[in-house]
Each structure stands twice: as C-alpha cells, then as structure tokens.
C-alpha cells in the first residue's frame, strides 16, 4: 500500500479506531514518507522529536489557515483554537506559555499529589457504592482529571459536569480531517465554553481569587500581555488540554494493565514503580496520537528533502512503536530501558500540564489496584472515533470479584508481561 493510500486508510473509521496496523503500513516507505504533493507523515521516532524542536517548522499560522482553510475565521471552534498558544509560533507563543507557565511550576505540581490522592479515593468509594457494570470513564477517568484542572483554574466544583460535552464537542476540530456536521458541532462546544468563560472572567475582576483563571485576567488587564480572544482562547484550551489527555491515558493505561495482569501485579506490590509505568502507558498507546507542523525553510529527514510550506504530519503514535528506538515495540514492558515517549510532543509545544497528566496517573494506577484488586473489565468498551485524541467513550468495569482478562477490540496486542 502507497503512502497516499494509508494515510486515507488512516483517516477512516477503520483507521481511527485501530491505528497501529497502519502505522506500519507506513512505517515500511521509511520514517518520513510523502503522502501527497504537500503531505509527509512520520513515523521514525528520531525524525519526529528532531522535527517537533526545529525552528524550521512552525504551527499553522493565520496566513496558512487563509490557505487551506478559507471562511476559517467563521467557525467559533477554529477561531478559539488559533488564538491559543496551541495554534500560535513565537513569539505570541512564547509570551503566552510563559504567563500561563506559573500554574504549572515543579512545585505547584508537587503540592497537588495529596489532593489528586484524595479526590481519587474518593471517586473509588463512589465506584464501590455503584451497581455494576461500572463506566470507568465517568465514574473515574473523567472526573479525576477535570476535578484538579478546575481547582486550578479556579472553576466552581458545581459546574464540572458541563465540560465533559462541551470538550468532546470542541476537540473535534483537532482531528486532521472534520466534516461539515462535526465542524457546527464543534463550534457549538467553543461557543459554550466561550460564553462560559467570559462569565467567570467578570467574576474574577470583581472578586480576584488564587488561580489561574484570575492570573491571566491579570495580565491582559495589565495592558498589552494578552489580548481579550487570546486570553479566552488560552482558558479554553488550558481546560480542555488538561482533562482530555489525562482522562485517555487514564482509560487506555487501565485496559493495558488489565491485559497483563502480571505487571498490573507488580504495580499493585510496588507503587514505587510507577512512574516507568506511566511512561510505558504513553509509549504503549498514547493519547495523543499525531500532531501537525508547516516548514518554513528546507529541511532533509529520513532521506527526504522537504521543501518549504510542507504539511508534515508527526505520528506520535507511531513514533512511540519505532522499533529503531523500542526493540519489540508492540510489547508493554514498564522494565524497558530510556523510555521518553513523545506523546507530550517536544520543543517549543511540549505539553505545559504534562508533569501534571503524570502525576495523576502515578497516583491513580496503583491506588485503583490496591483498592480494587478485582477489577476487571465488564463488558465491550466502546472507543471513540477520534485519531488525533485517542480514547474510550465508554469502558465497563467490575469492581468486585476477579473477573477472566477481556481481549478489548481495538487495543494494541501485547505479551502478557515480563515477570518482575
């Protein structure tokens, strides 16, 4: 299969829903390949963290969104999107990373570790008081995540609930293909999540409180720091970016180790280990599929020259399965040796609440084994059909007894792990 024709392949509901044989349909042209007169997609891990740190290649700026996308600046979800540090190149960029950085400091994130414990204990009591079959995702994977990012936006626990549909509405606009039908659904979410935020911003000038919410508020009224979309742009991403991640690590780690019930074991005995875990959990099937870059200047990767204004696609997915860098790649193995998965990206756009999304797992794994040491899953979990944000819609679980390992449609094959 040419390039061109896996790339569709990719893109397709077969595709999203199951990327990896693809991948390697890919992966066999070489770490970069060229899938259209302006596309290359990589798959080498090498390749795709040089790529995401070179200066060469940026995000798609207003200029190029003019070019691929015209009538863009009409769509509430595309607009939101482009004004946040997620869709902006320095030094925009740099200058709003840097304001929002201060929520995200090594000991911010340290000091959250207790209340991520607590609130997970607390979620787990919920989850043994519940009738069975459990929805892991919304008793659990949801919750915890958006709990800790609303306490540090400073958003009301009272109004949570809201946001699980407003992001999954408006996270389709960052899948590499949307129809017509997802793009109105889409812009329903930003549109929500926008009028919800300018309320809160009023809310924090009259009354300014300890969080990020009030920070930002702070700097576009200190004058020329942020400009009024960027800073309801950049609250909108900052909620979105730091549950939906997490919540997809959260589902996809707990289906992984449920398959491998010997290193779920050892995990279980020694929460010590969790952080290799964590790691091995991103590299293994990460929720953060791909991302995207525009060259600038011509480069050569992978034995491929390419030329200015090419659409590069990354595969993180695939770059985490290169078996250049992880012998036996398909295998879980929390003992490898130097895992540094690219499911954060690199560079510039590195993740700002990565430190975060691990913490919170480190703590929820071993807890949710220690705690529920029947846990199994229950059921046939349904994924959603989403490639760039790779995760369950819905994933029943059984909390009492020990139930047989369940082979879930759709997920990576693995050994049933080494024996620690």
Do not use: K
């Not at 569709?8 to 990327?19: C, F, I, N, T, V």
């Not at 809160?200 to 700097?219: G, N």
């Not at 860098?325 to 003992?335: I, V």
């Amino acid at each position: 299969m040419d390039p061109t024709d896996a790339l569709a392949l990719l893109m397709s509901p077969e595709g999203r829903l199951d990327p990896y044989p693809t991948y390697e349909r890919l992966r066999a042209h070489g770490p970069v390949a060229q899938a259209g007169p302006v596309f290359y997609v990589v798959t080498g891990y090498a390749e795709a963290d040089a790529i995401l740190r070179d200066a060469r290649f940026g995000v798609m700026d207003d200029a190029l969104r003019d070019q691929f996308m015209p009538g863009w600046r009409e769509s509430p979800a595309v607009l939101s999107i482009s004004r946040s540090m997620l869709r902006t190149n320095p030094p925009d960029h740099s200058r709003m990373r840097r304001l929002a950085a201060g929520a995200f400091t090594p000991r911010r994130i340290a000091a959250m570790r207790d209340v991520v414990r607590a609130q997970a204990d607390e979620l787990v009591d919920a989850m043994l008081a519940a009738d069975e079959p459990v929805d892991f995702m919304a008793a659990f994977a949801y919750p915890l995540p958006v709990g800790v990012i609303c306490a540090l936006l400073g958003v009301p626990a009272a109004d949570r609930p809201l946001f699980r549909r407003w992001a999954t509405d408006l996270t389709g606009v960052l899948e590499p293909e949307i129809t017509a039908d997802e793009l109105a659904v889409a812009d329903r979410g930003a549109t929500e999540l926008r009028g919800y935020f300018t309320e809160l911003v009023a809310a924090r000038r009259r009354a300014p409180a300890d969080d990020l919410t009030t920070a930002l508020v702070q700097a576009h009224d200190g004058g020329d720091r942020l400009s009024g979309d960027e800073l309801l742009a950049n609250l909108i991403v900052l909620l979105v970016a730091g549950f939906e991640t997490t919540t997809n690590l959260l589902g996809n780690g707990l289906v992984a180790l449920l398959e491998h019930p010997r290193a779920a074991a050892a995990l279980r005995e020694r929460p010590d280990l969790a952080p290799a875990y964590v790691d091995e959990l991103l590299r293994y099937d990460s929720p953060v599929q791909l991302t995207s870059r525009m060259s600038t200047a011509p480069s050569r990767y992978g034995d491929v020259d390419l030329p200015p204004e090419s659409w590069v696609i990354v595969l993180l997915g695939a770059a985490n399965r290169d078996p250049r860098r992880y012998p036996d790649p398909a295998r879980f193995d929390p003992w490898r040796a130097q895992i540094a998965p690219l499911s954060f990206g690199a560079g510039p756009h590195y993740c700002l609440g990565a430190a975060l999304a691990r913490l919170e797992a480190q703590v929820a794994f071993p807890l949710l084994l220690r705690r529920l040491p029947g846990l199994a899953v229950a059921g046939r979990p349904e994924r959603r059909v989403r490639l760039t944000l790779r995760g369950h819609a819905t994933l029943p679980v059984s909390v009492g007894r020990e139930a047989a390992p369940v082979t879930v449609p759709g997920t990576p094959p693995g050994a049933a792990g080494p024996t620690p």
